[in-house]
């Protein structure tokens, strides 16, 4: 079973919106923190935004504003509300989800690509 699995890129014209989801499988006990991060080809892979299990948030400055990270803690889920895209929001997006183990595990979505393109 994959752990992660993602769904909701794809294309969108500037100013408009994406949600991506990402639900995590019961090969995951217990989870704890869940994240965004981006990955720009010959690049390192960034954090978007992150939430805990008690819905404390972080966001990268050029996300604040325009992006809202929730969680669904019930369905295992987290979620990226994307408004106000920008071509260089363009790149492929990955769910990270942390455990509660220490040290905690750390588990990676394959990956959506989302492109903003008119």
């Known amino acids: 079973q994959v752990p992660l699995v993602e769904s909701g890129g794809g294309l969108v014209q500037p100013g408009g919106s994406l949600r991506l989801s990402c639900a995590a499988s019961?090969?995951?006990?217990?989870?704890?923190?869940m994240g965004w991060y981006r990955q720009a080809p010959g690049k390192q892979r960034d954090l978007v935004a992150s939430?805990?299990?008690?819905?404390?948030?972080v966001y990268a400055d050029s996300v604040k504003g325009r992006f809202t990270i929730s969680r669904d803690n019930a369905k295992r889920t987290v979620y990226l509300q994307m408004n106000s895209l920008k071509p260089e929001d363009t790149t492929v997006y990955y769910c990270?989800?942390?455990?509660?183990?220490?040290?905690?595990?750390?588990?990676w979505g394959q990956g959506t690509q989302v492109t903003v393109s008119s």
């Open positions: 990270n989800v942390r455990d509660t183990s220490w040290p905690p595990r750390i588990y």
């Open positions: 019961g090969n995951i006990f217990s989870v704890d923190t």
């Open positions: 939430i805990t299990r008690g819905g404390f948030t």
